[in-house]
């Protein structure tokens, strides 16, 4: 089973992801305490193929709640990211930029 999954691609990438996932929210103390204790999120050991399995369903079981707020932290990212594109086109050096600024707000509905 080790090998099998170690050999496809995508599934060799879901599970890097889902390790990083993993690691990160350990590490984390805010991540852990968004998590609480009924969410402990399973770690994979290189030894056991099956601890990669236990790993992804620690994820699948975290609470809607916060899954709810990771898309709407993605939706709000959605949203901002016109903002950044306006803020570094007029945060330029070595050329004017001034004439950006109403032109940038019409295009993106800002004004």
Known sequence: MKDGMEQDGQIKQILAKVSK?????????V???????EFKLQVATS????????MMRSVLQVSPEVKYELNTIKE???ILQPFEYVANQIQRQNMVTSSL????FVVFGLL
């Not at 996932?21 to 103390?29: A, D, H, N, P, Q």
């Not at 991540?31 to 204790?37: N, R, T």
């Not at 030894?47 to 236990?54: D, G, I, P, V, Y």
């Not at 600024?101 to 940038?104: A, D, E, K, R």
Request: overall charge positive; some cysteine.
């Open 21 to 29: 996932l993993v690691s990160f929210c350990r590490k984390s103390t």
């Open 31 to 37: 991540a852990a305490e968004v998590l609480s204790h």
């Open 47 to 54: 030894t056991r193929w099956n601890s990669q399995l236990m």
């Open 76 to 78: 709000l990212c959605d």
């Open 101 to 104: 600024v109403v032109n940038l």
